[in-house]
């Protein structure tokens, strides 16, 4: 057989043949990885979930939702919520105007810390401090038509117009519904203000101005550190009508003591020129910051240059209270009158220190402290002046109980007295010998040749009745008193200290109802 001749069957002579297309053959799955990948998937899951849950039982347990966390939060929670009740009952109490339990006398006053601070001329202490110091006028009616009263300094230590100055300058107002009003430097009429609150133990007050928000304040210095020699500027309303008045000084003494209205003040004192109307204006220190509140002068005929400022640190915390509270809080109280005495000034009396007064239901009531008890010693402390009597209360805190120990009747009596917060008893009733609105001669020196120097009007029947009542020897004080009295007045009339001191006996007159 010819191979060459062979044809595949595939093929023929001159025609295509059709082929049929070849089916490949399917390729198996591999079923052996699904069960593992939905196990993966699972536990992937599962893991997502239990991370979000233990993520939100952390952010729960951190944040006290639940947990012993969870109950201290809510207790304190209960505590915070009668806190902001009680405190929103004590706003309540405040003029809403006027008063803000939240000012922080740092922030708005801008205090200067420690750093670099660079001294000023007395140009620049004035351009700085002068458009933040302003004049106060009371108003009252006459004849129908609004008259200045009286007038005195201030300076404003917040942008919101909170402005500091005396007690003296503004403690009419209340009394006799008087209005005020404060003269702003580049302001051509004068705003209307309110009297936040007032103390007159440091003669600080504080008044809201009741139009605009944007003033400028003063900033506050540390009187602390002032020493005698250096420069002060005082600035104010001299006169009541030459505002922005500047006049110049020094430092002449620290911690000089001043009487105002019973109360005895720690002041600086300076010889830059306090004229009337300067009160509760600023004393500036060298570097253009408010270290004192002028609130006194000395005039007598044989001195000059004595000016008086209470030194700003030492009522900061005043300042602040009253803008927070409308009074001072949490200031000691013993709530009694005393008086000091000389020895054999009246009918052969003691000397000692002697209760004239006390507040009814104040802590020398609930004592049982007497009117014409002389107090021997406080808290250990034996009590010659009322000085002392200031330094015991000073050197304790509202709660305290101290010892005293009086004479009465020629017996010592030993009592416990609790300290009070002074706020507790704002105008409150006081209890005398049935002479309120007198007091015993307090030898003011006037000289007038009797001896008698009596600006209370008490006669001979007067003083006789206290000591009969309260020490038991009219009789023979009487001619002690009479010869004193006459004979010292006739010999130093021309001597107004010494003969009112000598004529009536030197009774040291102190308030102690802060």
Do not use: C
């Not at 440091?202 to 139009?211: M, Q, W």
């Not at 009337?276 to 253009?288: A, D, K, R, T």
């Not at 030492?314 to 209270?321: A, L």
């Amino acid at each position: 057989m010819d191979n060459n001749n062979y044809t595949s069957p595939n093929q023929s002579d001159g025609m295509d043949m059709y082929t049929p297309p070849v089916k490949q053959p399917k390729q198996k799955k591999n079923k052996a990885l699904i069960p593992v990948v939905i196990i993966l998937s699972v536990f992937l899951v599962v893991a997502v979930i239990f991370a979000g849950i233990q993520s939100v039982y952390i952010f729960r347990l951190n944040t006290g939702k639940i947990g012993n966390k969870a109950q201290t939060t809510e207790q304190t929670s209960k505590a915070s919520d009668k806190a902001k009740e009680s405190e929103k009952e004590d706003t309540a109490k405040l003029d809403s105007k006027t008063a803000d339990p939240w000012f922080s006398i740092d922030d708005a006053a801008s205090v200067n810390k420690e750093g670099g601070k660079t001294r000023l001329s007395t140009v620049d202490i004035a351009n700085k401090v002068s458009p933040s110091t302003v004049s106060i006028y009371i108003k009252g009616d006459y004849n129908k038509k609004s008259v200045t009263i009286s007038s005195g300094s201030g300076f404003i230590i917040s942008k919101d117009g909170y402005v500091v100055t005396n007690a003296h300058v503004v403690d009419a107002v209340k009394e006799n519904g008087y209005d005020v009003e404060v003269g702003i430097p580049g302001m051509d009429e004068n705003v209307p203000a309110k009297i936040v609150g007032m103390d007159k133990q440091t003669d600080i007050a504080v008044v809201k101005l009741l139009k605009g928000d944007n003033y400028t304040p003063v900033t506050l210095g540390d009187s602390d550190k002032l020493t005698p020699g250096e420069l002060v500027v005082a600035i104010g309303n001299a006169l009541g009508t030459l505002d922005g008045t500047v006049t110049v000084g020094v430092i002449s003494a620290v911690n000089r003591e001043i009487s105002n209205e019973g109360y005895t003040l720690k002041v600086l004192q300076t010889d830059a020129s306090i004229n009337e109307g300067n009160s509760g204006g600023p004393l500036i220190n060298s570097y253009g910051e408010v270290i004192g509140v002028t609130n006194a002068k000395m005039v007598t005929q044989s001195s000059e240059g004595l000016g008086f400022a209470i030194p700003i640190s030492k009522v900061r915390t005043v300042i602040e209270s009253l803008i927070n509270n409308g009074v001072v809080k949490d200031r000691p109280y013993l709530g009694i009158t005393v008086q000091s005495q000389e020895a054999d000034a009246y009918f052969g009396s003691v000397d000692g220190v002697y209760v004239r007064a006390y507040t009814k239901n104040g802590p020398g009531d609930e004592a049982g402290i007497q009117i014409g008890d002389r107090i021997v010693s406080m808290d250990g402390v034996a009590i010659k002046q009322s000085n002392d009597i200031i330094d015991v209360r000073d050197s304790h805190k509202v709660g305290d109980v101290i010892k005293v120990v009086v004479e009465r009747d020629g017996k010592e009596v030993e009592l416990d007295l609790k300290i009070a917060d002074s706020a507790d008893f704002i105008d409150s009733e006081t209890v005398s010998d049935g002479k309120s609105d007198q007091q015993l001669p307090n030898g003011n020196g006037n000289g007038n040749g009797n001896g008698n120097n009596n600006p209370y009007n008490w006669d001979e029947d007067d003083i006789r009745d206290f000591f009969d009542r309260y020490r038991g020897n009219g009789d023979n004080g009487n001619n002690n008193g009479n010869n004193n009295g006459n004979n010292n007045g006739n010999d130093n009339n021309n001597n107004d200290d010494n003969s009112g001191n000598k004529g009536n006996g030197t009774f040291d007159y102190w308030d102690f109802f802060q």
